[in-house]
């Protein structure tokens, strides 16, 4: 076994670390809060480095899969075993965490370098990060599911960074419940996984749950609906998936979320920890796939049927309503929303490759985008509104060139961005899936919306001239900007600290996508253990399709730029263009289609409602009972009080004064004089003597 | 009246002076020779009735007499010691006067 592979733990275990002497250190060390950060997340990118060459340099086969287990603790006569994974997998997961957590570490500096609490800021980074990659290397569900819950905990620190705005705090608790949900089933699936195979270990010399034994057994019992086993404890582990990812219907905490800090939306809210459930879904395929053997091999199961839908169905409503909002990165978050669906349905129709490869691909150009929009808002001075931006291009080059890359690989620019290859595959996958083609329309469709939106953005935020002059000054967002008041009247270029990780994260949003082309499928023979082949001919298959994709967004972007920018938007007040042709569509889609409210209305609701009448009854009934009680005890005691003092004590006290009484008494014959006494003994001898003379006689 | 008889009477008289005298004497020192009185009253019994008893030939009375007297020296010795120490306690050896042990 290879040195990087028995201290992979380092790689998750050096940013926690980090994290920990960072949360000791005070305000006045933040360089060295920041450095320490970076450093740790340096070492574990260079780490993540080694053992993805060592993975490759291992050539392909079943070889290319390594464990660590070890004890953890025993209970009764059974060991709970932890352990790590170097796969390919893991290997990938790795070099994007490490890579895009550096890059947005390094950008933090810039973004964050007026705030008072930096320090806190990249302690709780640090903890992300290491839990995240926590999530990636491990190989027992268990294990994942304790860093999952770690990385939920920062994501709620973060969420709830600037606490004093009661929106980020709304925002943070909001995701934390809302997580939690679907957390609760996922838990419900690990006990049950475990309840059925006895082991949460993943790979385990052929005892593991994921491999071939476990999963013969899981898939030869069924339950309810006549489903089998491997099917409900799958399902119950993609609700967790879902939570986290941000899918239907446990979507509505990700757009929020966008309340924190920008580059926790980059880093958290895009790139990592909404990827954590696509992830997840990835790792334990074999047991969302697994089926009786008797069954036509081309059916889908069950799991991953609900896994596309849902995906598929994320896809368009995160697409749908990001044409509608106005909040810089709400948009950007309900693309996420959209394009987690997408990864969701690249795993349902397409399997691992397809949707760890949109993974990767989103992860740069989303960070990329989220990091540009927080370029433009610590340009703005902490302005999110679109509507009040205009013309950025003069202001911001850099920003503007790199936010453009992001947003062509989003909408899937053909040929030279990597949006397009990962999203194509899915919906290539998706035409040729078995089942319905309604999930390929629907992907479709929100490719089609996506450069729609994207153009939108871009033409709201970049071009025109600046509509910033004709509003009131605004509050500044949060903290940050505070200390940018004294320009707050020209949008400004950002530092290079900022600037640098935007053009490095450009360059892969542009060329990522190569090493999954169809003509050379690397990426996805490594993640298949499969060697790669150049082969161009492997376009002809696919053409068609991706003429189409690539008409759909061209369609996009013509119908983007001729609604946002052949006619300049010169007023911020000014309505909507697509406002003014459907307002009530547009109110709707503003409204997330009112998800929120419908929540509220009803789960949120009945949960006050039940919320008050626990109240009324912790105060009306149990409280009452209490009272009641003590008042009983309080006349116990009362009673007691009594029969002590005038009983008790009064017979004690008669007892005691008789005694007294005697011994002054008695106390009489003891005079102190000797001589007195002498005559007693005298008195008595004469007595004595008198009564043996007369005694003895008679 | 017999020897013996006239014996027990003079001891009988000496021990009632002595008992006389620590009864009413004030002064510590005067209550002992008191007590040395009726002592040998006592020892002047035991020699009484030895002699006139009926068994002269042992000499039990004597030896009685002698460990009486020898008991004697030594609680005089004590008895005047703590005669001392209260002197020096309270300054005076006037027995009414010390009457700290009063109950």
Sequence with gaps: MDWIVQHLWLVPALPILAGGIIALLKQRHRVLAAS????????????????????????????????????????????VRL???????????????????????????????????????????????????????????????????????????????????PKAAAAAKKA?????????????????????????????????????????????????????????IGLLIFCGAAGKSGQLPLHVWLPDAMEGPTPVSALIHAATMVAAGVFLIARIYPLMSADIASLPALTPTVALQVVTWVGAATALFGSLVAVAQFDIKRI??????????????????????VGMFHLITHAFFKSLLFLGAGSVIHGCSGEQDIRRMGGLRKFMPITFATYACGMLALCGFPLFFSGFWSKDEIL????????????????????????????????????????????????????????????????????????????????????????????????????????ALLNFGAFSGVLPLMVASSLLVFLGLGLGWLLYHRKRIEDADARDALEKIQPDAFSVLGHAFYIDKLYDATIVRFNAALAYICDWLDRWVWSGAVQAFSYLVLALAWLDNFFDSKVVNAGFDAGCHTVSRGGRLLSFLQGGRVQSYLKMIGLALIVLVMLMLWGARA | MSPLNAYLLLSALLFSIGLTGVLTRRNAILVLIGIELMLNAANLNFIAFWRYGPNPAALTGVMFAI??????????????????????????TDLDQINTMKG
């Design chain 1, 332 to 353: 950007l978050a309900y693309s996420t929303v959209s394009q987690l669906g997408y990864m969701m349905m690249g795993l349902g129709v397409g399997g691992v490759s």
């Design chain 1, 83 to 165: 352990g790590w994974v170097l796969d390919p997998l893991t290997a990938v997961m790795l070099l994007m965490v490490t890579f895009i957590s550096l890059l947005v570490f390094i950008y933090s500096v810039g973004y964050m370098a007026e705030d008072e609490n930096s320090t806190r800021f990249f302690c709780f980074l640090a903890l992300f990060a290491g839990a995240m990659l926590g999530v990636v290397i491990a190989n027992s569900l268990l294990l994942l599911f304790m860093c999952w819950e770690v990385v939920g905990l920062t994501s709620y620190l973060l969420i709830g960074f600037w606490y004093a705005n």
């Design chain 1, 428 to 531: 290539h996958a998706a035409f040729a899936w078995s089942v319905s083609r309604t999930p390929f329309f629907m992907g479709a469709f929100g490719a089609l919306l996506t450069a729609f939106y994207m153009t939108r953005q871009l033409c709201y935020m970049f071009a025109g001239s600046s509509r910033r002059a004709q509003i009131s000054p605004m509050p500044a967002h949060g903290g940050h900007a505070a200390g940018d008041i004294c320009h707050a009247h020209s949008p400004h270029e950002s530092p290079a600290v900022m600037t640098a990780p935007l053009v490095i994260l450009a360059a892969f949003a542009v060329f990522l996508g190569l090493i999954g082309a169809p003509s050379w499928p690397w990426f996805q023979s490594f993640l298949g253990g499969e060697p």
């Design chain 1, 36 to 79: 320490l950060a970076i450093a740790s997340m340096f070492l574990s990118f260079l780490l993540s480095l080694g053992a993805f060459v060592h993975l490759l340099s291992l050539g392909h086969g079943d070889g290319a899969r390594m464990v660590v287990n070890f004890n953890w603790f025993q209970f009764g006569s059974e060991w």
């Design chain 1, 176 to 232: 934390f419940i809302v997580t939690r949900i679907g957390d609760l089933a996922f838990f419900l699936g690990m006990a049950w996984l475990y309840a059925q195979t006895g082991t949460l270990l993943f790979f385990d010399g052929g005892a593991g749950c994921l491999e071939r034994s476990a999963l013969t057994a899981l898939v030869a019992h069924t339950t309810i609906f006549g489903l089998t086993v491997s099917t409900g």
């Design chain 2, 67 to 92: 460990f009486s007297i020898g008991i004697a020296a030594a609680e005089a010795a004590v008895g005047l010691g703590i005669i001392l120490a209260v002197y020096r306690h309270t300054k005076t």
